[in-house]
């Protein structure tokens, strides 16, 4: 059904107001003004899932949703008892039998690693969502010589990305759903500024930019997936009530609070993009409640080069992530 003009309206102003687009309202508004087919109507029959940081918010709302829709899931996760509660859980509210990983995906070895196992036990991945991450506001690094926040934000979901597009390509038509932020629309792609010094390391501006390369990289993917039938789109949940929000922007939370979403109001658009034929055959776009939004929202944040930059943060993920890639998906990409 093709929206009225009013309907477009409306959906145009929420999202210039940023307050009524990114809080429940825009959900709840949206939901009932485009007539949103529910989640329940779509099936995921014999399909297999990974979604990672799935132990709790978005990622535990989207691993439960594609379960109940008949999606295996496997499930990702660092501290075992979590995990393994989480996959319970969910295996009991749904009656689909889930599966759990472990995995610190901050580093790249322990990613490398599980890509390696779920292609042991499985010839196909139709759906991808990379989820797992953090806001740190002290400035830390992995063993592996990486700042944490673009370990586990760029870095990882790149090598996993490429270590499993075997299997993503067998499964074709396949997605792949980055689950980034809102918050990238503060920041520029700066490649630079993804290697932040310690001294005056701003954990929320990292945060931002990895957000934003994140995006990028999904524009970046969908190039190098071309005419293989793998999707790749990143999206947003507006403000979510989450266990991640309430530990790294407890003010925030208290300022908004009521008007923050359910983590499943939330994770609707993970599951709509996973599942729904109207998501199908879209690829490099950045969503937002089941719409392709823009990707920038303040002029400072354009830059004239960033095509330039993005092949340069293809660069940097692809040496990086060398050494736990080697054979990993056959290509030279």
């Known amino acids: 059904m093709t929206p009225s003009p009013a309907a477009n309206l409306v959906d145009w102003t929420l999202e210039a107001s940023v307050v009524g687009s990114f809080t429940r309202i825009g959900y709840l508004v949206r939901r009932r003004l485009f007539d949103w087919a529910p989640l329940q109507s779509f099936g995921l029959d014999g399909k297999v899932a990974i979604v990672t940081g799935a132990t709790s918010g978005l990622g535990r709302a989207a691993a439960e949703s594609i379960a109940?829709?008949?999606g295996h899931v496997c499930i990702v996760g660092r501290d075992p008892e979590r995990t393994e509660r989480a996959r319970r859980e969910i295996?009991?509210?749904t009656g689909s039998?889930?599966?759990?990983d472990l995995a610190d995906l901050s580093s790249l070895a322990e990613t490398a690693a599980l890509a390696a196992r779920f292609a042991e036990r499985h010839d196909r991945l139709d759906v991808l969502v990379l989820n797992a991450g953090a806001l740190n506001h002290a400035y830390t690094v992995?063993?592996?010589?990486n700042e944490t926040t673009l370990a586990t934000h760029v870095l990882s979901q790149f090598l996993l990305t490429r270590a499993l597009r075997p299997l993503l390509e067998a499964s074709a038509p396949s997605r792949v759903i980055v689950v980034a932020s809102g918050g990238m629309y503060t920041q520029p792609l700066d490649v630079d500024a993804l290697d932040p010094e310690p001294a005056g390391y701003d954990g929320t501006k990292t945060y931002?930019?990895?957000k934003r390369a994140e995006v990028v990289l999904a524009e970046e993917w969908t190039q190098h997936l071309l005419d293989t039938g793998v999707s790749v789109n990143a999206m947003h949940p507006g403000w979510a009530d989450t266990?991640?929000?309430r530990t790294a922007l407890p003010g925030f939370r208290r300022i908004i609070g009521p008007l923050l979403r359910t983590p499943e109001e939330?994770?609707?658009t993970i599951v709509w993009l996973a599942a729904a034929p109207d998501a199908a055959n879209l690829s490099g776009l950045f969503f937002l409640d089941r719409g392709a939004r823009a990707k920038h929202r303040l002029r400072r944040t354009r830059r004239p080069d960033e095509a330039r930059e993005a092949a340069r943060l293809w660069?940097?993920?692809t040496e990086r992530t060398a050494p736990f890639t080697a054979g990993a998906d056959g290509s030279a990409d």
Do not use: I, K, M, N
């Open 68 to 70: 109940a829709l008949g």
């Open 315 to 317: 660069q940097l993920c």
């Open 208 to 210: 931002a930019r990895c």
């Open 243 to 245: 266990p991640g929000l």
């Open 266 to 268: 939330g994770a609707d």
């Open 91 to 93: 295996s009991a509210a």
């Open 142 to 145: 992995t063993d592996e010589g």
């Open 97 to 100: 039998a889930v599966e759990a």
